[in-house]
């Protein structure tokens, strides 16, 4: 199932149907044109009997397909075909499609989880990150239409709209029986190793680590929100004290004023929001040191 409206969706459709039907029982290959059909796609699928499912699109796409197939006993598959591709690149996967196809169609499997965000009666699982700030504003920025023609180019001038355009705000965290206040631009709550495409990656997480990885690019200042955000540019472990950094399982975002929050990508509901870990919640084809399991009859 191929997103159109991903930055290469539609153009490469006609050529991953093709290498995928000749790799494996391809059952059927569709282009869904809205988030409704997509869902509506899946659950018939899956109700027949489809056990894997091979998504392909950007981090939205992927972040949709995890919510529709999370606790389901079938496999994901992921095809880059968006514009950072974050949660491809955690996977440790060729990017190139004649390598990629042969491992799509024969695993390996890996269980991985998945954060959960829960905000009033709304609640919602993410791939890669909840944020709250300077990424949201971008999110808004970022059309989908200037990412599809730029790519990766569409982000600078953004980000630095993005920055000015977003005021401080303070954040509240609870967690571990304790309580942080502190005044930020950007606060992240990241399941995962990597943050944006293959960049700011955090060398002591993962997708199995059982634990959200929460931080503030920096405090009030713009030289500290740098500094945090160059860190882990150059893949830095985070021990800036205006990090305010801790790894959770379970964690009450609340802001002043009430902040938007972007699921992996998307904006979503608003603060306060409870972030809590899903452990073992999706099996994605993927390459991890550990945990590894081999496919069975009904999931080929």
Same mark, same amino acid.
């Given at each position: 199932? @191929? ?70 006993? @079938? ?12 949660f491809f690149s955690g996977l440790n ?19 991985? $989880?998945?954060?959960? *965000? ?36 569409? /982000? ?42 293959? @960049?700011?990656?955090? $060398?002591?997480?993962?997708?199995? $680590? ?10 009030? $200042? /713009? /030289? ?22 801790? *790894? @959770? ?18 904006? /979503? ?12 919640a999706l099996s994605v084809i993927g ?14």
């Amino acid at each position: 199932m @191929v997103n159109p409206h991903s930055r290469t969706g539609r153009e490469r459709f006609a050529e991953v149907k093709k290498a995928l039907a000749n790799a494996l029982n391809l059952v059927e290959a569709t282009l869904p044109e809205d988030e409704k059909a997509f869902r509506e796609a899946i659950d018939s699928y899956y109700r027949a009997g489809i056990t894997r499912f091979l998504i392909g699109g950007g981090d939205g796409t992927q972040s949709a397909a995890a919510n529709i197939l999370a606790h389901r006993p @079938v496999v994901m598959g992921v095809l880059p075909l968006g514009t950072g591709n974050t949660f491809f690149s955690g996977l440790n996967l060729p990017t190139s499609l004649s390598q990629l196809i042969p491992i799509l169609a024969n695993g390996p499997v890996v269980p991985i $989880d998945l954060g959960l *965000a829960q905000s009033g009666s709304h609640q919602r699982y993410f791939l890669n990150t909840a944020t709250l700030g300077v990424s949201e504003r971008l999110t808004q920025l970022l059309t989908a239409e200037s990412k599809r023609k730029l790519g990766w180019l569409a /982000w600078p001038k953004g980000v630095r709209k993005a920055i000015m355009q977003t005021p401080v705000f303070q954040v509240r965290l609870e967690y571990w029986n304790r309580v942080d206040v502190f005044r930020t631009r950007q606060l992240i709550v990241a399941k995962g190793r990597n943050l944006a495409g293959p @960049v700011f990656m955090l $060398d002591h997480a993962s997708y199995q $680590d059982g634990r959200l990885h929460v931080f503030s690019l920096g405090g009030q $200042d /713009w /030289w500290s929100l740098f500094k945090v955000a160059s860190r882990l540019l150059i893949g830095r472990q985070i021990s800036d004290r205006s990090a305010h950094y801790c *790894a @959770v399982k379970d964690i009450l975002v609340t802001a002043e004023p009430i902040m938007a929050i972007d699921i992996d990508g998307e904006v /979503w509901e608003k603060t306060p929001c409870r972030f809590s870990v899903q452990p073992r919640a999706l099996s994605v084809i993927g390459r991890f040191n550990s945990h590894v399991v081999n496919l069975s009859p009904n999931m080929s």
